[in-house]
Every structure is written in C-alpha cells, then in structure tokens.
C-alpha cells in the first residue's frame, strides 16, 4: 500500500525529499536612499524598514553583507522634483551617488547593486513619465528613462532594472546603454507590473505617489494573466535578460507561467503591502512571522521564481541560515 507520510516522518527525512528550497544569495534587499545628511528615517507604514542618506547607509549595507545577501536594488528620494524628473537623470543624483559610494568601499564591492530606472520618485505629478494635459506620454519618456539607465551604469549599477511600464522602454534602454559602451550591463525588466494596490506603503517609502488620477492606463489590469506573457515576450525581444514579476503574492500564477514559457530567470518582488499586512498581524500576535514569511518565499520558489526581492531579507536571511 502506497503511504505518502513515509517521507515525512522526520525533519531530516523531510529534508532530504524537499522539492524546492530558499537560498540566501537568491535574495535581493531593497534600499530607500534619501537626499541629506545623518538620515535614518523610518517608514511608518513598513516596520523594520528605513530611509538612509548616504553617511548612514552602511548601517544597512553592514547587516546585509554580514547576512550574506549578495544583491541589493536601490531606489531614490531627491531633495527636489519637477514636472520632468531630471533628478533621475543628473550624473549626481542621489541614486549615482549611493551607487558610486558603494562600488567605493572594498567591503561593498561584491554586492550586485541593481538600480531601479522610473522617473515616479522624481516627478512633481508623480508618474512614472512625462505629462501633457492629463496623459502620461510613452515616447517622449523613452529618451530620459535611457539617459537615466546610461546614469546609473556610469556610476557603477551593475543591472538596470526599469520599472515604469512605458512600452519599449527596454529597445531604448539597451541601445543606449550598447552605444555607451555598457554592453555587458544586463536589463532586470518589471515585465509584469500590475497596477496594484498593493503598492501603498511603498509610496509612502519612496515619496512617489502619483500626484492625480492612477497608473491604470500603463500597469497591467490585475485580472489579466495571458496579457503579462505578451508584455514578457516583447522585453525579451527587445534585449531584457532578467524579468521581474510584481506583487508577487497574488499573482504566483503570473510568475509559473512566465517560467514554464520562457527560459529566462525570474524574480518575484514581494512588494511592499504585502510585507507590512504580515508584520502587521505579526505585531497583534494572530500569526507565527517567520512560518507565514518563510512559507511565502518558498511559495515564490515553487511557482518558478529564481530571485525573490522582498523586505523580509534580512530576517528571511537569518532563519534560512538557522535552518542549514
């Protein structure tokens, strides 16, 4: 008689026949960096996570390279925006800046720095490209997210991963960075980016929340699935190397369809709302933190996801390594 429990009878017998498992070098920790001096400034709406100015930012990276997490995306907050969001572009924005300060400290040299390319953080209306009377223009964005990937390389980044939802963004993206001489430079595209609302303690972290209307009209509807393979299929067309999939939670269908599609590594971004609702009920004491996070990523894995960027890096880092 076949009985399934023989291979569960013990953690080490569980172990040996665990189809999937969490790496800690497979997570990526996102870092909020903020314009200023002496600045750690928590985020209200995402417990355990900080804005750091440059002077303070080796708080954080110090936790992460003693975690042993090998990958960190960053995202900006400038002192200033305005209607074409030029700080994500200036050579000495402040993403350029963290960037070059961290390739500049030999502790922090093997850390894969990812910069995220949207122009939301830096535009007086918030939006990920320019603006005319009311509509966000596709093509006339295209130049300044390029100029703003060809930044980011120049100043060290070692992926450009952008964000911002604008068809063809990655064709000019890695045209301009290829005629820049950043041919090696690889392109970690949101492929699938839902239009969420799973985003909002995010907006609250990076100051980036579009001052009218929604992103509806350039995110993905969250009720289509085979669309988010087309949107996949053209960024890879147009030279994307790496795909990220966003939220990561509700849409773990997205992430096993676009892994059994298509050869390409995957990572699913546990986003922000999804982070702050498990520390949330992890505070009222209703659930066990690290059992529903650690469960979470490994869900991510099983449905085909490579990398996980995730909020939870640092603890999830922590009990993966008290697990070996």
Same mark, same amino acid.
């Given at each position: 008689m076949?009985r399934?429990?023989?291979l569960?009878?013990?953690?080490?017998?569980?172990s040996?026949?665990?189809?999937?498992?969490?790496?800690?070098?497979?997570?990526i920790?996102?870092?909020?960096?903020?314009?200023?001096?002496?600045?750690?400034i928590?985020?209200?709406?995402m417990?355990?996570?900080?804005q750091y100015?440059?002077d303070?930012?080796?708080?954080?990276?110090?936790?992460?390279v003693?975690a042993?997490?090998?990958?960190?995306?960053?995202?900006?907050?400038?002192?200033r925006?305005?209607e074409?969001?030029?700080?994500?572009?200036?050579?000495?924005?402040?993403?350029q800046?963290a960037?070059?300060f961290?390739?500049?400290?030999?502790?922090?040299?093997?850390l894969?720095?990812?910069a995220?390319?949207c122009?939301?953080?830096?535009?007086?209306?918030?939006?990920?490209?320019?603006v005319k009377e009311?509509?966000?223009?596709?093509?006339?964005?295209l130049p300044?997210l390029?100029?703003t990937?060809?930044?980011? %390389?120049? *100043?060290?980044? $070692? #992926? &450009?991963?952008?964000s911002d939802?604008m068809? @063809?963004?990655?064709?000019a993206?890695?045209?301009?960075?290829?005629?820049?001489g950043?041919?090696?430079?690889?392109?970690m595209?949101?492929?699938?980016?839902?239009a969420?609302?799973?985003?909002?303690?995010?907006?609250?972290a990076?100051?980036?929340?579009p001052?009218?209307g929604?992103?509806?009209?350039?995110q993905?509807?969250?009720?289509?699935?085979?669309e988010?393979?087309r949107?996949?299929e053209?960024?890879l067309l147009e030279?994307?190397?790496?795909?990220?999939a966003k939220? %990561?939670? *509700?849409?773990? $269908? #997205? &992430?096993?369809?676009?892994?059994?599609?298509? @050869?390409v590594?995957?990572?699913a971004?546990?986003v922000?709302?999804?982070?702050?609702?498990?520390?949330?009920?992890?505070?009222?004491?209703?659930i066990d933190?690290k059992?529903?996070?650690m469960?979470?990523?490994?869900?991510?894995?099983?449905?085909?996801a490579?990398?996980i960027i995730?909020?939870?890096?640092?603890?999830?880092a922590?009990w993966?390594r008290?697990?070996?």
């Amino acid at each position: 008689m076949e009985r399934m429990r023989r291979l569960r009878v013990s953690p080490a017998m569980r172990s040996m026949v665990r189809e999937n498992h969490l790496r800690v070098d497979e997570l990526i920790c996102p870092i909020f960096v903020i314009e200023g001096q002496n600045l750690c400034i928590p985020v209200d709406s995402m417990p355990g996570i900080c804005q750091y100015s440059i002077d303070r930012l080796p708080e954080e990276l110090d936790r992460i390279v003693e975690a042993g997490i090998r990958s960190v995306l960053l995202f900006g907050i400038p002192a200033r925006k305005d209607e074409a969001g030029s700080g994500a572009y200036d050579d000495q924005g402040i993403v350029q800046q963290a960037v070059r300060f961290i390739k500049s400290q030999e502790k922090y040299r093997d850390l894969i720095v990812i910069a995220d390319v949207c122009l939301c953080e830096y535009t007086s209306h918030g939006h990920c490209g320019l603006v005319k009377e009311g509509i966000i223009l596709n093509d006339e964005t295209l130049p300044l997210l390029a100029r703003t990937a060809v930044s980011y %390389a120049g *100043a060290g980044a $070692d #992926i &450009i991963a952008p964000s911002d939802m604008m068809d @063809n963004r990655v064709k000019a993206i890695r045209e301009a960075l290829d005629e820049n001489g950043f041919v090696n430079i690889p392109i970690m595209a949101y492929s699938a980016k839902f239009a969420s609302g799973f985003y909002g303690p995010f907006r609250d972290a990076a100051h980036s929340a579009p001052g009218f209307g929604d992103r509806k009209t350039y995110q993905m509807d969250p009720a289509n699935g085979r669309e988010a393979l087309r949107e996949v299929e053209e960024d890879l067309l147009e030279g994307a190397d790496l795909i990220i999939a966003k939220p %990561a939670m *509700a849409y773990m $269908d #997205i &992430i096993k369809d676009i892994t059994t599609s298509y @050869n390409v590594p995957v990572a699913a971004y546990n986003v922000s709302g999804e982070y702050s609702m498990v520390k949330a009920a992890a505070k009222n004491g209703w659930i066990d933190e690290k059992k529903i996070v650690m469960e979470i990523l490994v869900g991510f894995k099983r449905a085909g996801a490579k990398m996980i960027i995730t909020y939870h890096a640092l603890d999830a880092a922590k009990w993966i390594r008290e697990g070996e």
